[in-house]
């Protein structure tokens, strides 16, 4: 069974930062695309970032320029850089790993990121 966990979450003030991390084991990211989403307080779950296999990453316009998504595959982590924090950022980020083919795909159990003053 293949266990995703993030890592990195907490309380900052509008402005600031903060990097999440997110790993698998067994070791997969090299064969799976892996992808931040994030679903704020009474709201649905929304697709924030991701970067396949051969490092093509995307990101929701809402983010765009302030968060950044990388993947270090000798340490089996992806993780995503996120400055310029603002309040609607708020959120339970989750990681998603995705098989190549689509087939298969895992969820971590999140982590909590809370931008307030």
């Known amino acids: 069974q293949v266990q995703v966990v993030e890592s990195g979450g907490g309380l900052v003030q509008p402005g600031g930062s903060l990097r999440l991390s997110c790993t698998a084991s067994?070791?997969?990211?090299?064969?799976?695309?892996v992808y931040w989403y994030r679903q704020p307080p009474g709201k649905q779950r929304e697709l924030v970032a991701g970067?396949?296999?051969?490092?093509?990453?995307n990101y929701a316009d809402s983010v765009k320029g302030r968060f950044t998504i990388s993947r270090d595959n000798a340490k089996n982590t992806v993780y995503l850089q996120m400055n310029s924090l603002k309040p609607e950022d708020t959120a339970v980020y989750y990681c998603?790993?995705?098989?190549?083919?689509?087939?298969?795909?895992?969820w971590g159990k999140g982590t909590l990121v809370t931008v307030s003053s």
């Open positions: 998603n790993t995705r098989r190549m083919d689509g087939m298969v795909d895992y």
């Open positions: 067994p070791s997969i990211f090299s064969i799976y695309h």
């Open positions: 970067i396949t296999t051969g490092g093509s990453t």
